[in-house]
T-cell receptor, first 114, second 110 residues
Framework: ETGVTQTPRHLVMGMTNKKSLKCEQH?????MYWYKQSAKKPLELMFV???????ENNSVPSRFSPECPNSSHLFLHLHTLQPEDSALYLC?????????????FGPGTRLTVL | SQQGEEDPQALSIQEGENATMNCSYK?????LQWYRQNSGRGLVHLIL?????REKHSGRLRVTLDTSKKSSSLLITASRAADTASYFC??????????FGKGTRLHILP
C-alpha cells in the first residue's frame, strides 16, 4: 500500500463503547497528525507527533487518547464519547512538523456516536 | 484560533469557466498552502506559496498572495467536472503552526 491509510473507514459506537482508530503511513515521514473535521467548522488539529513523541495537544478532551508506537503508526483510542464527537477523523503525515511541510492525508474515519 | 477564512463559502460555475476562491487571514504568515478535498475523503495538497512570493502556477492552478492585504486567491482555469470539491487554505504562522480555514465548496455544472 502507498500513502496514508486509515481503518476503519466507518465506525458507529455507543457512548459507553471503547474503540480505536488506526493510521499507517508508508511514506517514511517523521511527523503524524490527527484532525477532526465537523460540518461547517474549520479542520481542527488534535494531536501532533514527531518521531513518536507527542509535540502538540490542542486541548483535546481526555476521552481521546493518542498512541504512536513507531513513526509509521498512529492510533486514536476512544472511550465514553459524546454525540458531538461524531465527525470525520483525518490522519496526516509530513516529512517534518514545520508549518510549510506538505501534509499527506488519509481518507478518514467517519465516526458516528449514538 | 481560526486564521484563514475562505470566500465564497460555496461556488457553482459552468464547466469550462474559471473559478476563483479567496482566503483572508489575520496574522503574519511564513507560507500559505491550498488543499482540495473530494466529498468525504482526505485532503490533497495543491500548492504552497511562501510569504516572499506573489504568484505561483501549477497546471491549471494559479495562486496569488498579497501580504499587505493578508489575502490569497486560488484560480482554477478551464474548470472540469473533476474539480468539484472543497478547497481549503492553510496558513503557516510565524510560530510554525498550520491553521486551516472552513473551505470553499466548488461545484462544476455540466
Amino acid at each position: 500500500e502507498t500513502g496514508v491509510t486509515q481503518t476503519p473507514r466507518h465506525l458507529v459506537m455507543g457512548m459507553t463503547n471503547k474503540k480505536s482508530l488506526k493510521c499507517e503511513q508508508h511514506l517514511g515521514h517523521n511527523a503524524m497528525y490527527w484532525y477532526k473535521q465537523s460540518a461547517k467548522k474549520p479542520l481542527e488539529l488534535m494531536f501532533v507527533y514527531s518521531l513518536e513523541e507527542r509535540v502538540e495537544n490542542n486541548s483535546v478532551p481526555s476521552r481521546f487518547s493518542p498512541e504512536c508506537p513507531n513513526s509509521s503508526h498512529l492510533f486514536l483510542h476512544l472511550h465514553t464519547l459524546q454525540p458531538e464527537d461524531s465527525a470525520l477523523y483525518l490522519c496526516a503525515s509530513s516529512q517534518e512538523t514545520r508549518a510549510g511541510s506538505e501534509q499527506f492525508f488519509g481518507p478518514g474515519t467517519r465516526l458516528t456516536v449514538l | 484560533s481560526q486564521q484563514g477564512e475562505e470566500d465564497p463559502q460555496a461556488l457553482s460555475i459552468q464547466e469550462g469557466e474559471n473559478a476563483t476562491m479567496n482566503c483572508s487571514y489575520k496574522t503574519s504568515i511564513n507560507n500559505l498552502q491550498w488543499y482540495r478535498q473530494n466529498s468525504g475523503r482526505g485532503l490533497v495538497h495543491l500548492i504552497l506559496i511562501r510569504s516572499n512570493e506573489r504568484e505561483k502556477h501549477s497546471g491549471r492552478l494559479r495562486v496569488t498572495l498579497d501580504t499587505s492585504k493578508k489575502s490569497s486567491s486560488l484560480l482554477i482555469t478551464a474548470s472540469r467536472a473533476a474539480d468539484t470539491a472543497s478547497y481549503f487554505c492553510a496558513t503557516g504562522n510565524r510560530d510554525d503552526k498550520i491553521i486551516f480555514g472552513k473551505g470553499t465548496r466548488l461545484h462544476i455544472l455540466p
